[in-house]
């Protein structure tokens, strides 16, 4: 028997404290990394992201980007940019993308056509948001909303604001049959068909109500609570994306969730960080800041508001196949992520 080593002994101690010390950091240290959003070895998650640049331009995601918040959470963004929320669905249903945000109308329209889901509410209207939508007009005959018999209303086809038309009409009592509506795709478009008389009236949101103002003899005739209409936003994950990374999408929700705390600290940056991106005038964003209500959560409340509205478009047989709204929901990433923004119970 060889005699016994007391040095060697001592080094093989040594060796294992050393490996077993060396094992624990490395836990705590993955622990540590888990609870701020993605371990540092893992590799970052590539999203595809769909943004508006017309209602906001979904400015919380863009700071998101901007702010390295994404990276915190192991989000690797890719940001392609369109000019309404439908076209961001659009864009999910031939699967240029991964998410897209979309006002209540446009994402109930097209729940039916596409696999994906709603995870969170991104907005919902106050009494300031009703005020910041306009109804505008330009002409000596047009002074109230009973002068638009006849006229020509200008609509973004697919967009809320069919849905507010609708509404505004209804309320007022002008027969749809009595007006004819004049599409166009972006709001640049709809300037310019109000200043060349092609449009004689339309709905403007944020920036470009001050545009169409400028134009002359446009006048605003209404608002948006003149057409009882209330307006929340969504966001919405291929399915297939939400089954394949659930913790993803918790990530990509915390990380909008600090994002949008930045924003509410950081109207100035915010506001620069839009004109850099998208050439919006710092004074109507600052403007727009103030009237937004950016959210990350779903309440029972979310799920009646869509209820009540799928329900008034299939009436007036505007939605074209018919779907179980609970179907269409995902929000288990968003209750691991924040359990206490969910409220809505099946």
Known sequence: MKPFNRFKWKQTAAAILLASVTLVAAACGNNANSASGGAADDKPIKVRFALDTAAGGSLQFRVAEEQGLFDKYGIDAEIANFAYGIDTINAMLVERSDTGTAADYALLNSLSKGDFKVVSTLTRETENQAAATVLIAKGDDINE???????????????????????????????????????????????????????????????????????????????????????????????????????????????????????EGHKEETAELAFKELKLPKEGVLKDLEQLTYTIGFTQEDFAHLEEMKQFIKDKGILQQDFDLKTKLSLEPLKQAFPDSVTYKP
């Open 145 to 263: 909303p009973k002068d638009l018999v006849g006229k020509k209303l200008g609509v973004a086809k697919g967009t809320v604001y069919e849905y507010i038309w609708y509404k505004f009409l209804e309320k007022e009592g002008i027969n749809p049959d009595d007006i004819k509506f004049v599409p166009y795709s972006t709001p640049d478009e709809a300037l310019i068909g109000v200043q060349k008389g092609q449009i004689d009236a339309v709905w403007a949101a944020s920036i470009f109500i001050d545009k169409f103002l400028a134009l002359d003899g446009a006048k605003k005739i209404g608002d948006l609570s003149s057409a009882e209409a209330n307006i929340s936003s969504y966001f919405v994950l291929q399915t297939k994306f939400i089954e394949e990374h659930p913790e993803a999408v918790e990530n990509i929700l915390k990380a909008v969730s600090e994002a949008i705390g930045y924003v």
